[in-house]
């Protein structure tokens, strides 16, 4: 298998061989692309997980609209200010915090899990906008890195 180069002369003798896989040796940029695919198979499990349990719960079609409603309301009004903050402050502290803040949410899902119907239905929403709040920090973070 042969990786696509180019040839750039940077000067009249001196050629550089450029590749659109040369970024890949980089260890850090590969543990970004591991860690952002991680991010977006895990952000997909939790939707599919926690609306199939809603949908167990309630057997309403209505009650998985309010929970993309109290997940996307807090996540989108923040966007500005936490793109504010990421530009203000380092952005890798930020998204590993807010990883870690999300992490714990899904930790308590987890927990809630085991007998949702004694926690109520309003303690899976109050997770899902404590993760809205984090995603409006997380996401203008981890796009600028």
């Avoid at 260890?27 to 167990?56: E, K, N, P, S, W």
């Avoid at 309403?60 to 402050?89: C, N, T």
Wanted: charged share 10%; aromatic share 10%; net charge positive.
């Amino acid at each position: 298998m042969s990786i696509p180069t180019s040839t750039t002369e940077q000067s009249s003798t001196v050629k550089i061989e450029t590749s659109s896989y040369a970024i890949l040796a980089a260890a850090d940029f590969r543990y970004l692309l591991a860690a952002r695919l991680c991010g977006a198979l895990g952000g997909t499990g939790f939707a599919t997980v926690i609306g199939y349990q809603i949908y167990q719960l309630t057997k309403d079609p209505l009650a998985l609209g309010w929970l993309g409603l109290v997940e996307a309301i807090p996540a989108l009004s923040l966007s500005l200010i936490g793109g504010y903050i990421a530009d203000r402050y380092n952005r890798k502290n930020i998204v590993l915090l807010m990883t870690f803040l999300e992490v714990i949410c899904l930790l308590l899902l987890m927990g809630l899990a085991v007998n949702p119907a004694r926690f109520g239905l309003w303690t899976i929403y109050a997770v899902a906008f404590v993760i809205g709040l984090a995603s409006g920090f997380h996401r203008p973070a981890s796009t600028a890195l």
